[in-house]
């Protein structure tokens, strides 16, 4: 429950029971006729009483408001003291862990300080047994070396006859070393001479046996592109003797309706379309060359005069994109009479890419469809 929520409700009912006092009261005494006047005193005393015990109880919730007042500054004091004490544990845990972790790598040292003392210990022991057997050993020595004294003592005289001979002897020896070491020199130059020559002939028969081989190889690819420039300049004899016997062609303008002279426009100035014709002798050409318009398309095709089993002979061109086929019919008589070239009908065929259908066009004649010009080949 809020302290000060309670000392608003009592000072709440302090002013109402004023206002009964004070205001209700009066009223109801004027109301109350019969009422005397010791009961409403009394009532009145009751009610006085009843603000006086609210007061009282004023007074007790203030103390109490002030009692918890400190009681929480006093819980705020330890709460703070309580954070003091924490972070001073957070910080002596750290310490510990880092004194543990000191702890641990001083007993790491101290572990490989006493391996490092065992392995002297274990030095020192053995270095003491091979002092020991080295003085054994020198005392032996020290015996030996007093019997070979005493042994020189004895033969001294006999070892300094020795000594003269061993010297004659020795200056002998020397001199047949020397001599001896002067003829190894020089046979050991004449080896390493000989066996250096032998190591160059060896390189030499190597060399003139790569040298054959690679001429052998050489001699025949030599052999081989003799004979292939043999064959080649037959060929190239041959060839230009047929090029020199082919027939030279000839070509002479039949009909160009760009052409101002009449015998070669022939009065198409537009162009040769459906029924128009050209007599003449054809027969003196080999095929004739025909350039036309064919619808979007340019077409140029040749044809055998001669030699042909109809008379009727199609142009063909495709448009571009290409999804229109254009034809042109022309016709030329067959021999013997070989005398008129005419063109024919048209024909145009439309793909649609929605239907997937060809739509046809045809006719005899259009500005679109025709010969712009016939050349003849002899």
């Known amino acids: 429950m809020n302290i000060k929520n309670l000392f608003d409700d009592l000072e709440k009912v302090k002013k109402e029971l004023w206002h009964l006092i004070k205001k209700v009261i009066p009223h109801l005494e004027e ?14 005393t009751q009610l006085a009483l009843q603000v006086e015990n609210i007061e009282s109880l004023e007074d007790s919730i203030g103390q109490i408001e002030q009692s918890l007042s400190s009681q929480e500054n006093s819980i705020t004091s330890l709460n703070n003291s309580i954070s003091s004490l924490s ?15 000191q702890v ?9 300080i006493n391996s490092t003392l065992a392995s002297i210990s274990d030095t020192v022991e053995d270095n003491t047994v091979a002092l020991s057997t080295a003085n054994s050993n020198i005392s032996a020595l020290q015996t030996s070396i007093n019997q070979i004294s005493s042994i020189v003592d004895q033969h001294s005289g006999s070892i300094l006859s020795m000594s003269v001979d061993l010297g004659t002897v020795s200056n002998t020896a020397e ?39 690679s001429t052998t190889a050489l001699q025949t690819s030599v052999d081989g592109l003799t004979s292939s420039v043999n064959t080649l300049s037959s060929a190239l004899s041959s060839l230009e003797n047929q090029i020199a016997n082919l027939p030279t062609e000839q070509t002479e303008v039949i009909y160009d309706m ?40 340019n077409c140029v095709q040749e044809f055998a005069v001669k030699n042909r089993k109809y008379v009727d002979m199609t142009l063909v061109a495709a448009s571009p994109t290409p999804t229109v086929l254009s034809f042109l019919k022309m016709q030329m008589n067959l021999e013997p009479y070989l005398s008129r070239l005419q063109v024919m009908a048209y024909a145009r065929y439309v793909f649609s890419n929605s239907t997937g259908t060809f739509t046809l066009d045809y006719g005899l004649s259009t500005n679109t469809f025709y010969v712009y010009r016939i050349e003849g080949i002899k």
Request: proline residues 0%.
């Open 87 to 101: 972070s001073q544990a957070t910080q002596l845990s750290s310490s510990l862990q880092t004194l543990s972790a």
């Open 175 to 213: 001199e047949a070393y020397s001599l001896a070491t002067s003829v190894n020199t020089s046979l050991s130059n004449l080896s390493s001479t000989v066996a250096s020559n032998v190591g160059k002939v060896s390189v030499l028969e190597s060399d003139v046996s790569t040298l054959e081989s």
């Open 258 to 297: 760009d052409s101002t002279d009449a015998s070669i426009n022939h009065g198409y100035t537009s162009g040769m379309s459906g029924g128009n014709y050209i007599d003449q002798d054809y027969s003196i050409y080999r095929k004739i060359r025909v350039y036309a318009r064919l619808y979007n398309a």
């Open 31 to 44: 109301l109350l006729n019969n009422t005397t006047a010791q009961e409403i005193a009394s009532i009145k």
């Open 104 to 112: 641990d790598a001083h007993g790491t040292s101290i572990s490989t």
